[in-house]
């Protein structure tokens, strides 16, 4: 069965797409495993509580699973700390190498 990598990179409606599928596919096992990444614009809006992107943060939490933003973009950028409330924040060039080695697709939004 496939394992995904979502990347989710944009602050605007593309990004729910990205929420939503990743959500969608734990719930139902449309794949063996679904890792979400933030990487890019899309950190500072939920570092800054963004409403349409923290309910599904919030389900995916409940699903088991926390995304993981990028911690280099979070330091330049000044938000890591509020960022640290909605995800892990670790550096994830190295991690994302990892996940395509192990054979996730990846999905980019």
Not at 13 to 37: P, Q, R
Not at 43 to 53: L, P, T, Y
Not at 74 to 81: R, S, T
Not at 90 to 108: D, F, R, S, W
């Amino acid at each position: 069965m496939v394992k995904a990598l979502v990347i989710i990179s944009s602050s605007d409606d593309k990004a729910l797409v990205g929420f939503m599928w990743s959500t969608n596919a734990l719930k139902y096992k449309w794949v063996e495993d679904v890792e979400v990444i933030l990487f890019g614009p899309i950190e500072k809006a939920v570092a800054e509580g963004d409403e349409r992107f923290l309910p599904w943060i919030e389900k995916l939490k409940e699903l088991g699973k926390l995304p993981i933003a990028c911690k280099r973009i979070a330091e330049l950028e000044g938000f890591e700390v509020s960022l640290e409330k909605h995800a892990k924040v670790e550096y994830v060039g190295k991690i994302i190498a990892e996940y395509l080695e192990k054979g996730y697709v990846p999905m980019t939004f």
